[in-house]
């Protein structure tokens, strides 16, 4: 999908680095509407598209708490999350790599609590509570990063950081800017 133009199968375009909409913090729902049904609907098209395992509303330049999951490959489960909030952490923190789709290209060793717990509204506006010890705790944990304009690049090993300056130094070069 080529950025700045919505897929005729009704993705919205990823937001790439070093856009400033994915460093803002996210505003919180409101009312869960048809609007934001709309917005779960096209971030899961977009999604998969573009071969994700979660997506942030930054992600397709919507300043709202909404995330959507789900890949089968890493049993994922796909679901959408409105204002999501982690209520509790456990287990080691562990190291593992990860990618972002408004990163293309950049991969690196996050650090993050292996089991999670989250609160969020599904689409209907009803809370519910889920915890997770596996792929989708990272999941989630990535994507809410998203929600608070935090990226892997700022989580990153410092060694990965390193490998990865040139390439996020195209990123911005690309976009526009000075590098």
């Not at 994700?52 to 930054?58: E, I, M, T």
């Not at 950081?161 to 690309?174: E, I, M, S, T």
Request: aromatic share 4%.
């Amino acid at each position: 999908m080529a950025e700045g133009s919505p897929s005729a199968e009704g993705g919205r375009p990823v937001v790439l680095f070093p856009d400033p909409m994915l460093r803002r913090k996210a505003q919180p729902v409101r009312s869960v509407d048809a609007a934001v049904r709309e917005l779960v609907a096209d971030m899961f098209r977009t999604m998969d598209l573009e071969d994700g395992a979660g997506l942030a509303a930054p992600q397709v330049g919507e300043s709202v708490r909404v995330f959507v999951t789900g890949t089968s490959e890493r049993d994922v489960p796909r679901r959408a999350f409105i204002n999501p909030v982690i209520v509790d952490v456990g287990g080691e923190l562990e190291w593992m790599e990860e990618g972002c789709l408004s990163l293309p290209g950049i991969r690196g060793s996050v650090r993050r609590p292996v089991a999670v717990t989250i609160r969020a509204l599904d689409l209907e506006g009803r809370e519910f509570e889920e915890t997770r010890s596996d792929f989708a705790a990272r999941v989630w944990q990535h994507e809410l990063d998203h929600l608070d304009g935090i990226l892997i690049i700022d989580k990153m090993s410092p060694i990965d950081r390193l490998k990865v300056r040139r390439q996020v130094k195209d990123l911005k070069l690309a976009a526009g800017g000075d590098g």
